[in-house]
């Protein structure tokens, strides 16, 4: 067992919304040795019950009061407008142990928030997953609550590195990453999409088209990430003296590509500001 998994290891751990990040989350968990029993789930509806179940293959309940007092580590996992109501719900119950850590992953939501909604002590610790933790290649930012301690820390980057990779921000980025992180993953299939199309107007069958753009996004990615080179740097490389490549780069250019995605990503921050309003 790795060091990072030492630290949730044998404790309990509650999922509050089994959604598709909180259903990810407990295939982490479970892929990285965490046993079935250590684990609780629960749903708002009966409908979603029933599908949670077919999808993890584990025990999933419509009420969570009464599983609070033996939880150790307490992930919500519902939608923004959902937060305040649950952590008002837990408060108002009273039976979540006071050194049970919550960890939110809602949008929008900060730290005093959720802690005003729970009303208690718990250490919280605020968390921004992004959907590629479905197939444990995620990339999720967390920062401390007022009583959240460097122990915390470390149980809540154990959770999420499961699913990928964690690091610590100040909260004042959440909504930056929310902007960037989060709802990158949508820019960039969007991008796949259209690199594909491209592929079938110049005479390309689709399937393969597509096959030639996710190893050529996953390879760019890959180069960035090992080289450490500035993109730009590694664009050069590729763009040749009156070759083909420059010339699609300055039509990108012509429609204002780098404007419009850096814009995209301001525009996603600003209303991920706004969703706790």
Same mark, same amino acid.
């Given at each position: 067992?790795?060091?990072?998994?030492?630290?949730?290891?044998?404790?309990? %751990?509650?999922?509050?919304?089994?959604?598709?990040?909180?259903?990810?989350?407990?295939?982490?968990?479970?892929?990285?040795? %965490?046993?079935?029993?250590?684990?609780?789930?629960?749903?708002?509806?009966?409908?979603?019950?029933?599908?949670?179940?077919?999808?993890?293959?584990?025990?999933?309940?419509?009420?969570?009061?009464?599983?609070?007092?033996?939880?150790?580590?307490?992930?919500?996992?519902?939608?923004?407008?959902?937060?305040?109501?649950?952590?008002?719900?837990?408060?108002?119950?009273?039976?979540?142990?006071?050194?049970?850590?919550?960890?939110?992953?809602?949008?929008?939501?900060?730290?005093?928030?959720?802690?005003?909604?729970?009303?208690?002590?718990?250490?919280?610790?605020?968390?921004?997953?992004?959907?590629?933790?479905?197939?444990?290649?995620?990339?999720?930012?967390?920062?401390?609550?007022?009583?959240?301690?460097? +122990?915390?820390l470390r149980t809540a980057q154990a959770v999420?590195?499961?699913?990928?990779?964690?690091?610590?921000?100040?909260?004042?980025?959440?909504?930056?990453?929310?902007?960037?992180?989060?709802? =990158?993953?949508?820019?960039?299939?969007?991008? %796949?999409?259209?690199?594909?199309?491209?592929?079938?107007?110049?005479?390309?069958?689709?399937?393969?088209?597509?096959?030639?753009?996710? +190893?050529?996004?996953?390879?760019?990615?890959?180069?960035?990430?090992?080289?450490?080179?500035?993109?730009?740097?590694?664009?050069d490389e590729v763009t040749t003296p009156a070759?083909?490549?420059?010339?699609?780069?300055?039509?990108?250019?012509?429609?204002?590509?780098?404007?419009?995605?850096?814009?995209?990503?301001?525009?996603?921050?600003?209303?991920?500001?706004?969703? =706790? =309003?």
């Amino acid at each position: 067992m790795s060091s990072e998994m030492s630290e949730i290891h044998g404790k309990r %751990i509650g999922v509050i919304g089994a959604g598709i990040m909180g259903q990810a989350l407990v295939r982490g968990l479970l892929q990285n040795s %965490i046993a079935p029993v250590q684990i609780w789930t629960t749903v708002r509806t009966e409908t979603s019950r029933v599908k949670a179940e077919q999808a993890l293959g584990l025990p999933v309940r419509t009420s969570f009061v009464d599983l609070l007092p033996d939880t150790d580590v307490l992930l919500l996992c519902v939608k923004p407008r959902a937060m305040r109501k649950v952590c008002q719900a837990i408060g108002q119950a009273g039976m979540l142990p006071p050194d049970t850590l919550v960890i939110s992953i809602a949008a929008g939501i900060d730290l005093e928030t959720i802690e005003q909604s729970l009303g208690s002590t718990n250490p919280v610790v605020r968390a921004m997953p992004n959907t590629p933790c479905q197939v444990r290649s995620g990339m999720t930012v967390i920062c401390r609550g007022t009583h959240a301690r460097t +122990e915390h820390l470390r149980t809540a980057q154990a959770v999420f590195q499961v699913v990928g990779r964690c690091i610590e921000l100040d909260e004042s980025y959440m909504d930056a990453v929310t902007g960037l992180s989060a709802s =990158g993953p949508a820019f960039i299939y969007l991008i %796949i999409e259209a690199l594909a199309d491209g592929g079938v107007k110049v005479g390309l069958p689709r399937d393969v088209a597509m096959d030639l753009v996710v +190893e050529c996004v996953l390879g760019a990615a890959q180069m960035v990430r090992v080289t450490k080179r500035h993109p730009a740097a590694l664009r050069d490389e590729v763009t040749t003296p009156a070759g083909c490549t420059i010339s699609g780069l300055l039509t990108l250019e012509d429609g204002k590509i780098r404007s419009v995605l850096a814009r995209a990503v301001e525009e996603a921050a600003n209303i991920a500001s706004h969703l =706790g =309003g």
